[in-house]
């Protein structure tokens, strides 16, 4: 699989609130390439939507979620960050950025959980700074900030090549506690009547989910879909025979927690590659498990 559209996703600035240069380049790279997918499907962009972007292909039954935006830091006062989500925080790490003087490239700096940057100048109060992408690839393994989630979202293109029938959602402020799901749950609901969907996200390395193995189905985190859904994902998991592993853990949360606690009656599966380091500049997925996530979101996405 070429990668080269997710190395230049991991480095598009997007931190929660602030989606708008992803927003662009995912709607430039649709536009160039929806002729040759095997359905062009509606976009659904503005004010209503504010920066998130709705794909609808064919007649859909089930929405694919994925959230555009990242974890980062804010400026504050003097030369003091606050963390957008939450971002793991060393010394040394290289934040980017822009403000009005110009492009940033500086130092993290840690102490005792306060953050700070070290940069000559003082920077901008509100602006946003980001991991410096540091993209590696080998045989196995693919590995950068951000991959969480822009490899939820370069899933979600690769099953946009083939997909039919379904939604393609592309949200904001996920990493930042959320905010743009339940607006557009009840559009893709109240004007297609869709209620199922699939979060295309990524999850952690564990004691009991590693890496290589295949993509995770989660059987929940801090929350509880509904089960008879989440049987029916895994059995069309085993019968398609493409390699996942059943996730089960007590913490975390994703754009499903938007979609339980909606007005509207959305099952809900989250099914994602899961990471080491997360949250950190060296985010590492094996690729076995990226093409297990293709592969099982075009056939759940054909058979739910």
């Not at 950025?97 to 940033?104: K, M, Q």
């Not at 297990?292 to 058979?303: R, T």
């Amino acid at each position: 699989m070429d990668y080269s559209l997710l190395e230049t996703m991991c480095g598009i600035h997007a931190p929660s609130g602030n989606e708008v240069a992803m927003k662009e380049f995912l709607l430039s790279y649709i536009k160039t390439h929806q002729d040759a997918w095997k359905v062009k499907p509606e976009i659904h962009i503005g004010e209503n939507f504010q920066d998130s972007i709705i794909l609808k292909f064919g007649t859909p039954r089930t929405a694919i979620f994925a959230h555009m935006d990242s974890i980062g830091f804010t400026v504050r006062y003097h030369d003091q960050l606050v963390p957008i989500g939450g971002p793991k925080a060393e010394t040394g790490y290289t934040l980017v950025g822009e403000d009005s003087l110009g492009p940033i490239e500086c130092e993290l700096i840690e102490n005792d959980g306060d953050l700070h940057y070290k940069f000559p100048r003082g920077l901008d109060r509100g602006t946003e700074l980001v991991f410096k992408r540091d993209f590696r690839e080998t045989d196995n393994y693919v590995q950068s900030c951000y991959l969480d989630n822009r490899l939820g979202v370069f899933n979600a293109l690769k099953v946009a090549e083939t997909l039919e029938n379904g939604v393609i959602v592309f949200s904001c402020w996920e990493e930042h506690g959320g905010g743009s799901v339940p607006y557009l749950a009840k559009h893709i609901y109240e004007e297609w009547g869709v209620k199922q969907a699939l979060i295309s996200d990524i999850t952690w390395i564990t004691e009991g989910v590693v890496h290589g193995q295949g993509v995770a189905i989660s059987m929940r985190d801090r929350n509880v879909p509904r089960r008879s859904f989440i049987d029916k994902v895994i059995g069309i998991a085993r019968e398609s025979q493409i390699d996942f592993q059943l996730e089960v853990e007590g913490g975390g949360s994703s754009d499903g927690r938007e979609l339980q606690v909606s007005p509207y009656p959305f099952d809900w599966c989250f099914v994602g590659a899961p990471e080491d380091n997360v949250h950190s500049p060296d985010e590492i997925v094996h690729k076995h498990d990226i093409d297990c996530m293709v592969a099982l979101y075009g056939a759940l996405m054909e058979q739910l």
